[in-house]
């Protein structure tokens, strides 16, 4: 009885494994006899990327132009053309990793604009392959100014930024086809695209109200990808809106600072610290006084990109070197100096006379950093301290002066 019921259940398993295939064959076939523009083509593109990675290994044969030889002999190259460009659509929007290896070897003059187009989108929607993106940079010495925009989007949802002046140019262009492809690719690359999209967008030029409407998407975008499963996408999507700076995502944001990954709750509370927002200050200067070497190393990672990118935090860190927590001052006196606060220059130099020698030692590394002449005479002092770490940093920091 037991054998039989296996038997069974191997033969439903080889049923459905037929029934997948020989449906993925029908689609590509409606596929190639359709155009490409057409319904009944887009609704094969469809139904192949809602039956998912079990169509996967299909999909990424079709695109190899060996396949067609033999009993897989297609006469016209037209069909050809279709199949590369749908199975590059479909598997942009399955997102199996293996594919980037069969589809960086269209993306060249061997083949049309259309395969080259599908197949740079599709490597930008499966993300980061190091042998995708080094495909994608030798087409941004294209000719055509059509696939260098490509494949800088490409690149762009790839964490790359090397195709930036080619969106930048796109968007400053007069062809509209160049700037619509820019804009599209600016939403599309979510959290990837936010920091050159805020930028672009305060910039002037003809697409500003087409550049705020992306990022109300993005941000739209952003704010559902902060219930995601995965942490890094949890982590990015609240990094992106502290980019924004919208604070009508404050609320979305402040539930994740009980979460349970440390950097989402760190970029988190960085985000909304960009914004003004207490919860995320207080957050941060909290863990820059805790006896975790980890929270506090985050605490100042994060304080000092806050500082750089918004200045929000410059007047709590000043006085944070008064602060009762020596830990506190410590951390402070890090996050000025490596955020090259002037202000805090004098502030620096009284606390090069704090009783901790780790205090010192840290507005000596600061002063190091902010440079001018007037911290001279202090680290000079500083040379000759009974701790012998402030005075290897006083010496570090009179090297990064330079010269009297």
């Known amino acids: 009885m037991i054998a039989k019921r296996l038997t069974c259940l191997l033969l439903l398993g080889l049923s459905a494994c037929s029934t997948t295939e020989e449906q993925v064959v029908e689609l590509l076939e409606q596929m190639a006899a359709n155009p ?31 396949l ?6 297609r006469e016209f190259r037209d069909e050809q053309e279709k199949l590369r460009i ?31 187009i599908a197949c740079l989108w599709a490597m930008g929607q499966v993300g980061y392959v ?14 055509d100014p059509i696939i260098r925009i490509h494949a800088a989007i490409a690149l762009l949802k790839m964490d790359d930024e090397l195709g930036t002046s080619e969106i930048e140019a796109a968007l400053a262009s007069s ?27 305060s910039r002037a030029g003809p697409h500003q109200a087409a550049l705020r409407s992306v990022i109300t998407k993005v941000k739209d975008q952003l704010v559902a990808q902060l219930e995601a499963e995965e942490p890094s996408h949890r982590q990015r999507a609240a990094q992106a809106l502290g980019y924004i700076g919208d604070e009508t995502t404050a609320a979305a944001l402040a539930d994740l600072l009980e979460d349970p990954s440390n950097q989402v709750r760190f970029s988190t509370a960085a985000a909304l610290a960009t914004m003004g927002r207490s919860q995320g200050i207080e957050f941060l200067f909290e863990a820059l006084r805790n006896t975790d070497s980890i929270l506090r190393a985050n605490a100042v990672k994060f304080l000092t990109n806050v500082q750089q990118q918004s200045g929000a935090v410059e007047a709590q860190l000043i006085a944070a070197l008064s602060d009762e927590d020596p830990l506190s001052r410590a951390g402070a006196a890090q996050v000025l100096g490596q955020a090259r606060v002037q202000s805090a220059l004098s502030a620096l130099l009284a606390a090069t006379a704090d009783e901790v020698a780790d205090v010192r030692a840290n507005a000596a590394i600061a002063l190091g950093h902010i440079g001018g002449d007037q911290s001279r005479a202090q680290l000079e002092k500083l040379r000759h301290d009974s701790d012998a770490t402030v005075s290897y940093y006083a010496e570090w920091a009179l090297g990064q002066l330079g010269p009297s």
């Open 36 to 66: 490409v523009d057409s319904p009944a083509y887009q609704q094969s593109i469809d139904e192949l990327a809602a039956i998912g990675r079990p169509a996967a290994r299909q999909l990424i044969a079709r695109l190899n132009p060996d």
């Open 68 to 73: 067609y030889l033999g009993e897989n002999y």
């Open 86 to 116: 749908g199975c590059a659509q479909a598997l942009g929007r399955i997102k199996p990793r293996g594919a980037t290896a069969a589809l960086k070897d269209r993306i060249t003059i061997a083949y049309t604009d259309r395969e080259r």
């Open 130 to 143: 190091q042998a995708g993106v080094d495909a994608a940079k030798v087409q941004l010495e294209d000719e």
């Open 175 to 201: 062809d509209p086809e160049l700037a619509q492809t820019a804009l599209q690719g600016l939403e599309e690359s979510g959290y990837f695209g936010v920091p050159l999209l805020v930028e672009l967008s």
